[in-house]
Structures are given as C-alpha cells and as structure tokens.
Nanobody, 119 residues
Framework: QVQLVESGGGFVQPGGSLRLSCAAS????????AAWDRQAPGKQREGVAG???????NYADSVKGRITISRDNDKNTVYLQMNSLKPVDTAVYFC?????????????WGQGTQVTVSS
C-alpha cells in the first residue's frame, strides 16, 4: 500500500529551525509533484510550498525566504526546511504528492505533523 509518512515536527523556540520529511512508502516510480499545507487552530488550511517534477518551486508569501521545499528522488522523500520560525508558523503541517505508480499516477496525503513555535 502506497502512503506518505510525515515526520520531523515538534516544539521549537522562535527563531529556531525544523526540517519536516514526507516519505513515500510502497512501490513507486517517482514523485511527480508535492506540496506542503498547514492548518493552524481555528484557521483554514493554507498552502505553504510546492515542487513539481522539473524542480520548480513556489512558496506562500508569508514563508518566502524562510522555508525551502526540496526532494530526494532516490529516497522518494520530500522535505520542508523551516528556518527563522515564528509563533504564527504554529500549525499541523500536511504533505501531499502525486506519485508515479506502476499502474499510473496517484495522489496521496499524509497524516500531518504538529509544529509548535513558542517561547
């Protein structure tokens, strides 16, 4: 069964860093595209960053310059490096991806990982 498993969330003080990972498990050929979203308590889910097969990335204005999305094709893993974290970055972070499977493309979503930024 193909799934996305997120890890790397936790508690960090303002100005700190975290790296989130989103690993695709199962029989896949590649990750075509991926994205990270987040949802803070009482707020709507918002897009944070995305990456497509050619490596092009895009970011929400609120995180530009502080957050970087990348991927390791050999490990079938997408990362979200978060620096200079602020309390407003506190949220559950979700990854999603379009995977290339032997039977064709398929979308998958992760279960979410909590990031808390607080002093």
């Amino acid at each position: 069964q193909v799934q996305l498993v997120e890890s790397g969330g936790g508690f960090v003080q303002p100005g700190g860093s975290l790296r989130l990972s989103c690993a695709a498990s199962g029989t896949i050929r590649s990750i075509n595209s991926a994205a990270w979203d987040r949802q803070a308590p009482g707020k709507q889910r918002e897009g944070v960053a995305g990456i497509i097969s050619g490596g092009r990335t895009n970011y929400a204005d609120s995180v530009k310059g502080r957050i970087t999305i990348s991927r390791d094709n050999d490990k079938n893993t997408v990362y979200l490096q978060m620096n200079s974290l602020k309390p407003v970055d506190t949220a559950v972070y979700f990854c999603s991806a379009v995977l290339s499977l032997p039977m064709g493309p398929a979308a998958r979503w992760g279960q979410g990982t909590q990031v808390t930024v607080s002093s």
